[in-house]
């Protein structure tokens, strides 16, 4: 599975509200984990995503994308921009990719924006 490509459909699909799209890129088994919660299972994020986020007004701009030699896990460098354009915060994502589909996404912020 091309894991660079997989996590910009990810981006893609939460930015344009394509939450089959979204759905489609996770594995069943997917988490992610980040510094305000845990989100155990692919349905439980997709509804997440759908429902619960704070602000869904939002785009994520991304500055650089890696990917390690063995494809199983990609790094994103980014910034989650509110409607207005102003920079909510800075992300690094790092990703698990299976041949399922993204397996976990372990995400790290920058809240000052620097």
Known sequence: MDG??????????IDDGDYEALRAALAAEFV??????TIEGREEF?????SDRPDT??????DSVYEAEDGARVAV???????DGNVWFRFVDMFE?????IKAIR???DVHGD
């Open 97 to 101: 990719i299976s041949e399922r589909g």
């Open 107 to 109: 995400t790290y912020t």
């Open 4 to 13: 660079p490509a997989l996590t910009r459909t990810y981006y893609r699909a």
């Open 77 to 83: 460098e980014g910034r989650l921009l509110q409607a």
């Open 46 to 50: 997709v509804s997440f995503m759908r």
């Open 57 to 62: 007004e939002t785009e994520h701009a991304l």
């Open 32 to 37: 992610h984990r980040r510094p305000d919660m």
